[in-house]
C-alpha cells in the first residue's frame, strides 16, 4: 500500500521561500514518477512540477518556471519542491502524487497525499 505524506507548508511573505517535502512508503522496485499539484479554494487541482524515476527529466508549470525546483532523493524515497519568490497567487494546498507512469503534470496519477497549505501574503 503506497502512501505519501507532505510537510514543510505554511506562511510567508511575499518573496519569501518554503520547501515542501514528500515521503513515500510502499515503494516499488520500478520506482514512481511523481508531481506536486496545488488546488486554491474554488479552483481546479493545477499542475505544478513533475519528476521521472530517475530524476532526469523534469516539467514545470508556466507560472511556477523559474522560481519553483523540483527535486528527489530515491535513498530517502522523498520528493522535494524548494519555492522561491513566492507571491500571493502562490497561496493553496499543494499536493504530492505518485505513479508507475509519467503523467506530468496530468492530474491522473494514482496516489496521492493529503496535502499541505501553503499561504502567500503581500
Known amino acids: 500500500h503506497v502512501q505519501l505524506v507532505e510537510s514543510g507548508g505554511g506562511s510567508v511573505q511575499a518573496g519569501g521561500s518554503l520547501r515542501l517535502s514528500c515521503t513515500i512508503s510502499g515503494y516499488t522496485d520500478n520506482g514512481y514518477s511523481m508531481g506536486w499539484f496545488r488546488q486554491a479554494p474554488g479552483q481546479k487541482r493545477e499542475g505544478v512540477a513533475a519528476i521521472d524515476r530517475g530524476g532526469i527529466i523534469t516539467d514545470y508549470a508556466h507560472s511556477v518556471k523559474g522560481r519553483f525546483t523540483i527535486s528527489r532523493d530515491n535513498a530517502k524515497n522523498t520528493l522535494y519542491l524548494q519555492m522561491d519568490s513566492l507571491k500571493p497567487e502562490d497561496t493553496a494546498r499543494y499536493f504530492c502524487?505518485?505513479?508507475?507512469?509519467?503523467?506530468?503534470?496530468?492530474?491522473?496519477?494514482?496516489?496521492w497525499g493529503q496535502g499541505t497549505q501553503v499561504t502567500v501574503s503581500s
Open positions: 502524487a505518485a505513479d508507475t507512469l509519467w503523467f506530468g503534470l496530468n492530474p491522473q496519477y494514482r496516489y
